[in-house]
């Protein structure tokens, strides 16, 4: 089946550093992915929409110039958390839209210290 | 827009007792609705959906759910719980055109031995 490998799973940065998560499709082509935020015990809230080609489409709040959003090819979309802060720690994952449904990546823990 | 409610933010069981975890959604269009598991630490990984067809629907790990569209519902069930089920489990809503994907708050499933 259709698989979206995100990574890095977990990673620890120092406030003020940038940071790059990575989703890719494997075996499919993905036109669009969807990028989320999840806070601990709360669900998960859409970031923006990244079609390949062109800008992300940013939800109402979630800065732009923070969080960095490419998708350069048709497997690949990268989220870039610049200036990170410990308020940004959270779990973000990533999915990809295909008919009928949507895959999800594993999710990447991050945590600013 | 669409929206998902769950009712019940955690729901303890014993083992080998049934459960239902209720999802309610609003929408002014026809929808997709999906129920996903997560454990700690992981992403999203697909229980079962609805597109179309027959209203009971079957997933993996012994889970199924009804779509009742007079009531707006599409309620998880399983009869007999393992001490494996105990993860949070959310309910998903999208238009049929499937451009955007909706959770609800999410269910902390416990199962205790």
């Known amino acids: 089946g259709a698989v979206v490998s995100q990574h890095p799973s977990w990673v620890i940065c120092k406030s003020g550093t940038s940071v790059k998560i990575e989703c890719r499709s494997l075996d499919f082509q993905a036109t669009t992915m969807f990028w989320y935020r999840q806070f601990p015990k709360q669900s998960l809230m859409l970031m923006a929409t990244?079609?390949?080609?062109?800008?992300?489409?940013?939800e109402q709040g979630v800065e732009k110039d923070k969080f960095l959003i490419n998708h350069a090819s048709l497997t690949l979309s990268t989220l870039t958390v610049t200036s990170a802060h410990p308020e940004d720690s959270s779990f973000y994952i990533c999915?990809?839209?295909?008919?009928?449904?949507?895959?999800f990546g594993s999710g990447t823990r991050l945590t600013v210290v | 827009a669409q929206s998902v409610t769950q009712l019940d933010s955690q729901v303890p069981v014993f083992e080998e007792a049934p459960v239902e975890l209720r999802c309610n959604y609003s929408s002014s269009v026809s929808v997709y609705l999906f129920w996903y598991v997560q454990y700690p630490n992981q992403g999203l990984q697909l229980l079962l959906k609805y597109l179309s067809g027959s209203t009971l629907v079957k997933g993996i790990n012994g889970f199924e759910a009804e779509f009742n569209k007079s009531q707006t519902s599409f309620h998880l069930r399983k009869p007999s719980v393992h001490i494996s089920d105990t993860a949070e489990y959310f309910c998903a809503v999208s238009s049929n055109t499937g451009n955007q994907f909706y959770f609800g708050t999410g269910t902390s499933l416990t199962v205790i031995p």
């Open positions: 990244s079609n390949e080609g062109s800008k992300a489409t940013y």
């Open positions: 999915s990809a839209n295909l008919l009928g449904g949507y895959t």
